[in-house]
């Protein structure tokens, strides 16, 4: 022991020296000698990677030779039920969709669409356009969208 603490027992008295010496005598821990193995973990999530990287893909696979980009910036002119669910589902935490274009057009598709997902869905939306200074579209403008897109396709 160093002086230091040679003194402080001193003067803490004789009852504590003797705590000090039945400490002192018991052995060392041993040293772990385990180590973290993280491959069995990157390997588990690596295969969920795969997996919701398959699944993302497979949800995005045509349908009757329409391609997904395509569906993607068509579903608000639809405004049926299973459209405006794909709405919904694609909609990003932030409320936005893949970019402005797309979230002025859904938004819009979503201001008077019915049951509680929806309203929720277009409240985060008009938030999000709210920050950056945007809107909705109007209906006019997302009638008009539609139509270029019917023109587009023919």
Excluded at 9 to 25: D, F, W
Excluded at 77 to 98: H, K, P
Excluded at 102 to 114: D, P, S
Aim: aromatic share 6%; with cysteine.
């Amino acid at each position: 022991m160093t002086k230091d603490l040679e003194e402080t027992l001193a003067e803490l008295g004789p009852g504590y020296r003797e705590v000090v010496e039945r400490l002192r005598s018991c052995p060392a821990p041993a040293p772990m000698t385990r180590r973290f193995a993280p491959m069995p973990y990157l390997a588990a999530a690596s295969v969920a990677a795969a997996l919701a990287g398959a699944a993302c893909i497979y949800s995005l696979r045509p349908a009757d030779g329409e391609s997904a980009a395509r569906r993607v910036y068509t579903a608000a002119y639809v405004r049926d039920g299973a459209a405006l669910e794909s709405i919904v589902a694609s909609q990003l935490a932030d409320g936005s969709w893949a970019n402005d274009f797309l979230t002025r057009q859904n938004a819009a598709a979503l201001r008077g669409a019915e049951g509680r997902r929806a309203a929720i869905a277009y409240k985060k939306a008009a938030r999000y356009l709210k920050s950056k200074g945007l809107k909705p579209l109007t209906e006019e403008e997302l009638a008009l969208r539609a139509a270029e897109s019917l023109i587009a396709m023919h």
